[in-house]
């Protein structure tokens, strides 16, 4: 098929207003891909790591020793209650309502004019970090209590327990859904064209303002949200496998072992 240009004939069809697009505007959805990608990843980052802080702080324990009433449990029922409240809000709102709030809000309630890019990276993190603040503590929360009393009974407090004995299984755990956050913010930053970003959605809309078509941009947007997320998503995967290590082992008993390594249990044996 020849590629048509604007210069020189109009489309009729549907295949050739795809290549036009394709053809004139190529430039347009990379640059709104790589913005859209940009936001998601550097969102998701900040937000695991904000999540995983509330995640942690929601998991300490009451001091039972010095009774509910004690000071700490005091401080720590009102930090619980805020973040609380925090996951509440930013869960159960919209992106979109989010943002709207805050970039405008800042600007005509606090004379804060953010720059449009910046306020897209922080609403994406905070909203993700309310999300990865539940997914963290349910990860926490799945992890055998036995694991805790036995670190405690060879006297490792709840902070070295957490960063040596639980969070590491936690994290491990919680890793697909993480990634699926990630795939779900590829996908959520199209709302973000509400305060002017200039990330893929926004370069279709933009692009179907100067040809006055609707259907074929939003189709080679949703072409490329497609094709971003379905290869994320197999990379993830592939990762995903990678830790959980083969399947092809072999458990080793004493009838299996060889005769050598049972006389001499220093080199991997049993006695």
């Known amino acids: 098929m020849q590629i048509l240009s604007l210069a020189t004939q109009t489309p009729t069809t549907f295949f050739e207003w795809i290549a036009l697009i394709v053809e004139k505007y190529w ?30 702080i929601r998991t300490i324990p009451m001091d039972k020793v010095d009774g509910e009433f004690s000071l700490r449990n005091f401080f720590l029922k009102i930090v619980n209650f805020l973040l609380g409240v925090y996951i509440e809000v930013f869960r159960g709102t ?3 309502v989010q943002a709207m709030i805050f970039h405008y809000g800042l600007t005509e309630g606090f004379g804060i004019d ?35 009393e036995a670190a405690h009974a060879i006297g490792m407090t709840h902070t070295q327990t957490m960063i040596n004995v639980i969070l590491p299984q ?7 859904a993480t990634g699926n956050e990630f795939v779900i913010n590829i996908k959520d930053t199209s709302v973000l064209n509400a305060i002017s970003l200039t990330e893929l ?38 990762f995903e496998k990678k830790l959980d290590g083969s399947d092809g082992y072999t458990i080793h008993t004493s009838s299996t072992m060889p005769e050598s390594n049972l006389k001499n249990p220093g080199k991997g044996g049993t006695v």
Not at 28 to 33: E, P
Not at 170 to 176: D, G, M, T
Not at 204 to 233: D, H
């Open 170 to 176: 936690a994290i491990r755990n919680v890793l697909p």
């Open 114 to 148: 953010l720059h449009v890019f910046t306020s897209s990276i922080i609403i994406v993190s905070i909203n993700t970090g309310a999300y990865m603040a539940e997914i963290i503590r349910g990860g926490i929360e799945s992890i055998d209590p036995g694991q805790k």
């Open 94 to 96: 919209p992106m979109i």
């Open 201 to 238: 959605f926004f370069m279709a809309k933009s692009i179907k303002g100067a040809l006055y078509r609707a259907y074929e941009p939003y189709i080679v947007a949703a072409a490329v949200y497609l094709f971003l997320t379905f290869t994320i998503t197999r990379i993830l995967r592939y």
């Open 27 to 56: 430039l347009w959805f990379l640059q709104g891909a790589a913005t859209t990608l940009f936001i998601a990843i550097t969102g998701t980052v900040i937000g695991f790591f904000i999540g995983l802080l509330v995640g942690v």
